[in-house]
């Protein structure tokens, strides 16, 4: 983005023989693609793309997300997990934007996100016990400072500002980190959590998981603007928009978005275009509103595919590490699945146990009457 | 001592609650230098610096979308709605966030935050500036609903309120910032939440009230005790969790209860305390509840106001009627 105006800056007189118009602002949105999506190289790749370790820990967790989904859907369909929301064909977006952020930077994701949790050490069964219907499942063990899931679409980016504006109170070096989808940009909230970050500088990426579908509204319907990066420009922060199933640009331009917002450069917008190849949720039959040969098209350009190209033709890849891996990685799967299935579900006191930091006097009733149909066996 | 209005109560308790607590946060339209529309916030500018009194974009679904992000991230926000007119973008944050956050993480997370927005008629203001819509507040679990009536209870209340672990809304009846004065220490005493206040003692007849409307309430009690009868007027104070106990037990003492309130009649908070009567003190009351409100019109404008709130002679009549009733 191309920032040109000064915005409270009255206009000048006018030079003699003037034209009665005059330019105050400019802008322009770039965007970013290093893998093509045959995996090739499209000029000069960041340093990381050259480190073989760094590479293979984020195939690693683009698989694992995948098995990871494939599983979930599986339960789902078996009556053994809630209505879940596919993340397939997503798997860059997430991998690419958690696995540079610090353990200090708070993460705020939306439903679909479960590949940047994954890397941010939410574990698997934390993730099936949540959307198996248990509020468990967000007593993450590991990130303890990101905010659970929001379900309702971009009211949590709000809350990333303030998260923000917290980090910026307490001069930490961390950074709040909020994903929401193409519909989300349709929202007030974005615009204002956006706008209000930018007029406080604060130290926050908003990044849109562009998949090209809000259940059923393609990305046409949501907006005439050519691109959801130059919302940015109306609030006056950086916008850019990468490809989003290329894991590599994905990963670059949140490194330096992160690193704008740490040296007090203040929030980025970043729209990662991707696609959603699955329904949105296991409640959804995507066949209703649009063509199997759209979805076909965009398989060809998948993330998980393009970076084991990628891979393989660097050399650091073969078929018997791709066995390997999956093997590995459906085993952990499989111990998360047992793990989740084995639990058991709360009391049902536990509706009212952190209600409130103190359960109010007004509130013993109703527990002690649920603690009595319990007894009864009415429950 | 000093003696101040409502309004300077709000100003001590927030002067108190920033000087004691660095995590205490204001924020708001207009709230720094301009100190507030109606003041509420003058001086923390000065005191506290930009950086923890903190001007918003006109934005209230953010205001209090980011009082959430930063309660849970350990700050005590306290975020003003200017008028609670204005106050409903905002209730998705409330119903879907903070209400839920501790809940949803099992403890994890929690919403130490405040919002605080005057409401309530009276005062010949524009349109969208007069309503009374606390039912709508006291429907959501998990969000405390906390509601002064006089200086000595703003003060400690509010200082109760942004002490407390978890949301809470807290309405200040406008009507009553500048109508009376009286001694407040400002000692950073609170009150507590979740307890009604007994405002006058009474054997004859129950007047339950809060908000601005304690005022014609004990006017009306003034009236009624020309004429011998005593009555007892509670202050809720807290709408949500409510505990009738006190209610209850004034009930079974005097038999008969009016209810007063400014907002609309329909699921106005009148009916729940009716209804919580109803429950435990049937078999106490000699007379029906009887209910004092607003009408189930729209709040009109200032011409006409007037003769939409409740007067003290409205509660007289009321419980001159329930008090005939055999």
């Known amino acids: 983005m191309n920032l040109k105006a000064d915005t409270n800056k009255p206009v000048e007189a006018l030079p003699a023989a003037p034209s009665p118009r005059r330019r105050v602002a400019e802008f322009a949105i770039d965007h970013r693609r290093y893998l093509a999506p045959d995996g090739t190289a499209m000029g000069e790749l960041p340093d990381f793309a050259a480190d073989k370790e760094v590479m293979y820990g984020l195939y690693r967790h683009m698989v694992l997300a995948r098995l990871f989904d494939e599983k979930a859907i599986a339960l789902q369909r078996t009556g053994r997990l809630g209505t879940y929301a596919s993340l397939l064909g997503e798997e860059a977006v997430g991998v690419g934007v958690a696995s540079i952020m610090d353990e200090g930077d708070i993460f705020l994701p939306t439903f679909r996100e479960h590949a940047a949790q994954l890397v941010r050490g939410v574990t698997m069964t934390e993730l099936f016990v949540y959307w198996g219907g248990d509020e468990r499942g967000s007593d993450f063990s590991g990130p303890k400072r990101d905010f659970p899931v929001c379900i309702p679409v971009a009211g949590h ?13 307490r001069k930490e070096k961390g950074v709040a980190v909020a994903i929401t989808g193409d519909g989300g940009t349709s929202k007030g909230e974005f615009y204002e959590a956006i706008n209000m970050a930018g007029v406080w500088k604060l130290p926050a990426v908003f990044v ?7 259940i059923s509204v393609p990305r046409s319907a949501q907006t005439l603007a050519e691109t959801l990066a130059q919302k940015a420009i109306a609030a006056g922060i950086h916008g850019e928009q990468v490809d989003g199933n290329d894991v590599v640009a994905v990963r670059q331009v949140m490194a330096e978005a992160l690193d704008r917002a740490r040296k007090g450069e203040g929030p980025s917008l970043i729209e990662a275009l991707t696609y959603r190849l699955g329904d949105h949720t296991t409640a959804d039959d995507a066949r209703r509103y649009r063509d199997d040969a759209e979805v076909s098209r965009h398989w060809k350009e998948e993330p998980v595919a393009r970076l084991r190209a990628y891979m393989t033709h660097q050399g650091w890849w073969s078929k018997e590490d791709e066995q390997a891996l999956l093997e590995k990685l459906t085993g952990e799967v499989a111990a998360a699945t047992d793990a989740y299935l084995a639990t058991p579900p709360e009391a049902p006191e536990a509706m009212f146990t952190h209600l409130y930091a103190k359960l109010p006097k007004p509130l013993q009733d109703e527990l002690e009457e649920v603690k009595r149909a319990g007894e009864a066996g009415d429950a | 001592m000093p003696e101040v209005d409502l309004l300077g109560a709000i100003n001590l308790a927030l002067h108190r609650a920033m000087a004691d607590d660095p995590s205490v946060i204001v924020m708001g339209e207009d709230i720094g230098v301009d100190g507030g529309v109606f003041r509420a916030t003058n001086g923390l500018i000065k005191e506290f610096g930009p950086e923890r009194v903190i001007d918003t974009p006109l934005a209230e679904a953010s205001i209090a979308g980011v009082a959430v992000g930063a309660a849970v991230e350990g700050f005590r926000p306290l975020a003003e709605i200017q008028f609670m007119g204005f106050i409903y973008p905002a209730i998705d944050q409330l119903v879907s966030h903070a209400g839920r956050m501790r809940n949803r993480t099992r403890g994890r997370l929690t919403c130490p935050m405040v919002l605080r927005a005057p409401f309530g008629g009276g005062v010949h203001a524009p349109e969208h500036h007069s309503e009374s819509t606390e039912a709508m507040f006291a429907h959501i679990p998990g969000v405390r609903v906390v509601i002064p009536s006089s200086p000595a209870r703003a003060y400690g209340l509010l200082l109760a309120a942004i002490r407390d672990p978890d949301p809470v809304v807290f309405l200040e009846p406008k009507r009553l910032y500048h109508t009376h004065k009286e001694e407040v220490a400002d000692d950073g005493k609170a009150l507590p939440l979740d307890t009604p206040f007994v405002l006058r003692e009474g054997t004859d007849i129950t007047l339950v009230t809060w908000g601005a409307m304690t005022r014609e309430t004990l006017q009306a009690a003034d009236e009624l005790a020309k004429a011998g009868i005593e009555a007892e007027v509670i202050d809720i104070a807290t709408l ?16 008969r209860c009016v209810i007063v309130h400014e907002a609309a009649r329909n699921a106005g908070f009148g009916a729940e305390v009716a209804a919580r009567l109803a429950d435990k003190s049937l078999l106490s009351l000699l ?20 003769r939409y709130m409740p007067s003290a002679a409205r509660v007289v009549a009321a419980a001159r009627q329930t008090l005939e009733y055999q």
């Open chain 1, 157 to 169: 980016l709000p809350h990333a500002t303030g998260a923000a504006l917290a980090l910026k109170l």
């Open chain 1, 208 to 214: 849109i998981a562009n998949n090209a579908w809000a």
């Open chain 2, 240 to 255: 949500n969790p409510l505990d009738e106990s006190l209610i209850a037990a004034s009930v079974e003492k005097t038999g």
């Open chain 2, 287 to 306: 007379a029906p509840v009887s209910r004092v409100t607003g009408y189930d019109t729209v709040m009109p404008l200032p011409r006409l106001e007037a």
